[in-house]
């Protein structure tokens, strides 16, 4: 089982208000990703990190932000929330290479659902 | 264009049933295949992956690559209600850390 952990579960806003979701992962994996996924939709990659003081904007614009002060600690900050971002935000790390196999499974935390009202 | 292309179902089979879920992929570059599970309200998990062409089996679950038709395949042997959640295929280039998932099938099976 996973040691990957999202919180909140479930959170209900009303719009502008400032949400962050919490990601924390206790398997010392380097590298760590914010995926967005809705109903019918592929999984969209939002952000992800390679380590510490490391992040990246993935292939889907968000006006979401990140940081990573910590190995294990990878938090998503949304300063103005809209009911455009309501979504599952799903938190994911891998330790990326594997040996021959290089895919670098990713390990997925429950998931926050945000609804913005 | 999607970059992966997989059938949302939902696929209902009745317990017992051979199952078979499908991708199609349009980037040749790809060469390590996953299908990953996701049960309601959960994260998804891995459950295969598979290097280039071929075949892999693991207990009830044989996952195929058929590059040369950029297709793949979960099969799923005798189902069990357990298995009722959503199937995503997912994708990969080596050396290369992005993964593209499909949208998920999602299975159904009925006691």
């Known amino acids: 089982e996973a040691d990957i952990y999202q919180t909140p579960r479930y959170l209900v806003i009303g719009t502008g208000k400032k949400i962050t979701l919490e990601c924390s992962q206790t398997m010392g994996h380097d590298k760590m990703y914010w995926y967005q996924q809705d109903p019918g939709m592929e999984l969209h990659l939002i952000h992800y990190?390679?380590?510490?003081?490391?992040?990246e904007k993935g292939d889907l614009s968000s006006e979401s932000t990140v940081s990573r002060i910590r190995t294990e600690h990878f938090p998503l900050t949304l300063e103005s929330a809209r009911p455009s971002h309501t979504s599952q935000y799903l938190c994911?790390?891998?330790?990326?290479?594997?040996?021959?196999?290089?895919?670098?499974?990713?390990?997925f935390g429950e998931g926050s659902r945000l609804t913005v009202l | 264009q999607k970059e992966v292309e997989q059938d949302p179902g939902p696929l209902s089979v009745p317990e017992g049933a051979i199952v078979s879920l499908n991708c199609t992929y349009s980037n040749s570059a790809f060469q390590y295949f996953m299908w990953y599970r996701q049960y309601s309200r959960k994260g998804p998990e891995l459950l295969m992956y598979t290097y280039s062409s071929g075949n892999k089996e693991d207990g009830r679950f044989t996952a195929q690559v058929d590059k040369s038709s950029k297709y793949i395949s979960l099969f799923i042997r005798d189902s069990q209600p357990s298995d009722s959640a959503t199937y995503l295929c997912a994708m990969s280039i080596a050396g290369y850390q992005k993964v593209t998932f499909g949208t998920g099938t999602k299975l159904q099976v009925i006691p």
């Open positions: 990190s390679y380590g510490v003081n490391s992040t």
């Open positions: 994911a790390s891998s330790d990326g290479d594997r040996g021959h196999t290089n895919t670098g499974e990713l390990f």
